[in-house]
């Protein structure tokens, strides 16, 4: 089975700039959630989406958005870039029945200049 | 509010001796407990989890409900066991998935 893909693997942005992240979950896993990753504040979760609807979601601001497709495919977009987006952005997939494990990608390093 | 407290960013053994990475919950259901562990260049990846009750690489965790704690422990640590340590816990209910700030464990020859 083919893990979790995420795209692209790098990005440089400069503030002020959009982007938009992509996730490529487990074949079969309908759930994928999105997560900041940085040294000082570890892994922050974003939000979760789940037979493309968001199901959950964590405290970031409305820059922070995203959609599921209905192959669930995961895009996570963010607007207005500032320098404290700059982080690794990881997604993860899962059945999406709650207690399951969650199998993450490789992570989207992003830096904001 | 549900909260994963991990109180050790940083917790530095030397190679053989015991180690133990703390873990404590905030939930009033009945959640479910894991530990996450990633390795330098790797992926984040399942370690253990509470309903399982195994040992994955010598490690071992318990939970303790009265204490609301999920300690990580392993008796003689190795050094490919430095990485960075995450506790998770998962609602069946709301199916939210809530990760601790992480403990990097460094084993020193």
């Known amino acids: 089975k083919a893990g979790v893909t995420q795209t692209p693997r790098y990005l440089i942005k400069t503030r002020g700039q959009q982007v938009t992240l992509s996730c490529s979950p487990i074949?079969?896993?309908?759930?994928v959630s999105w997560y900041q990753q940085t040294p000082g504040q570890g892994l922050q979760f974003l939000f979760e989406y789940f037979s493309e609807t968001q199901r959950n979601k964590g405290n970031f601001p409305g820059r922070f958005s995203g959609r599921q497709f209905s192959n669930s495919r995961s895009e996570m977009n963010v607007s207005t870039l500032e320098l404290g987006d700059s982080a690794l952005y990881l997604c993860a997939s899962s059945l999406g029945d709650g207690g399951n494990e969650q199998f993450f990608g490789p992570g989207t390093r992003l830096t904001v200049l | 509010a549900q909260r994963v407290t991990q109180p050790e960013k940083l917790l530095s053994v030397f190679k053989g001796a015991p180690v133990e990475l703390k873990c404590n919950y905030s939930y009033s259901g009945s959640p479910e407990l894991f530990w996450y562990v990633q390795y330098s260049r790797q992926r984040l990846q399942l370690l253990l989890r509470?309903?399982s009750r195994e040992s994955i690489k010598g490690f071992t965790a318990d939970l303790n409900k009265g204490e609301t704690s999920f300690h990580l422990k392993k008796p003689f640590a190795q050094e490919e066991d430095s990485a960075m340590y995450y506790c998770a816990l998962s609602s069946t209910g709301t199916y939210k998935y809530i990760f601790g700030t992480g403990t990097r464990l460094k084993v020193l020859a």
């Open positions: 074949s079969g896993h309908r759930s």
């Open positions: 509470h309903i």
